[in-house]
T-cell receptor, first 111, second 115 residues
């Protein structure tokens, strides 16, 4: 049973479109991270959120942590082919706990 | 700076054979992790370690053993490989941060096929 759910599982869009992907759980998180993974490589950290309601921006990517600290979203504006990859959310229940990943959203941006 | 290095990168085993995957990190990180990645399943935690000489079970520990004899190394062993263990294995490491988060640094992965 996955502790974290991500939706959608797959997403294929045209370059220039906007998109949002979601990460949800029934558990409260100490912190939540978003990673991007490209084929043949390990995941790379995009952002960490620790405060309920927190919003962080990374160029065209906007990350939001839910007020109850049980969910998060990633919004990409004007997607580019370089955004193609697997987007993974990950959480810790407590500061010293292990890191658990969701199943990921596979994004394909078509030129 | 090598970061996290996994060896071997590819391996094919027959059912019942044993093998060890080696993970080495040069960042002096306290925490180390072994994950497996299967299509549609994201990364599932096998075992992890919060320091030299300590290990703990993750989400899917059955069929695997680990050891952390040195701080920089984390070994993952398969005593009797099964086809269900065909997967891509990732090692990661992070600092132990009080009251905060820890970025995970990943290796490039080890692709294991069990026939």
């Amino acid at each position: 049973t996955q502790l974290l759910e991500q939706s959608p599982q797959f997403l294929s869009i045209q370059e220039g479109e906007n998109l949002t992907v979601y990460c949800n759980s029934s558990s409260v998180f100490s912190s939540l991270q978003w990673y991007r993974q490209e084929p043949g490589e390990g995941p790379v950290l995009l952002v960490t959120v620790v405060t309920g309601g927190e919003v962080k921006k990374l160029k065209r990517l906007t990350f939001q942590f839910g007020d109850a600290r049980k969910d998060s979203s990633l919004h990409i504006t004007a997607a580019q082919p370089g955004d193609t990859g697997l987007y993974l959310c990950a959480f810790r229940k407590t500061s010293y706990d292990k890191v658990i990943f969701g199943p990921g959203t596979s994004l394909s941006v078509i030129p | 700076n090598a970061g996290v290095t996994q060896t071997p990168k590819f391996r094919v085993l027959k059912t019942g054979q044993s093998m060890t995957l080696l993970c080495a990190q040069d960042m002096n990180h306290e925490y180390m992790y072994w994950y497996r990645q299967d299509p549609g399943m994201g990364l599932r935690l096998i075992h992890y370690s919060v320091g030299e000489g300590t290990t703990a079970k993750g989400e899917v520990p059955d069929g695997y053993n680990v050891s952390r004899l040195k701080k920089q190394n984390f070994l993952l062993g398969l005593e009797s490989a099964a086809p269900s263990q065909t997967s891509v294995y990732f090692c990661a490491s992070s600092y132990r941060l009080a009251g905060a988060t820890g970025e995970l640094f990943f290796g490039e992965g080890s692709r294991l096929t069990v026939l």
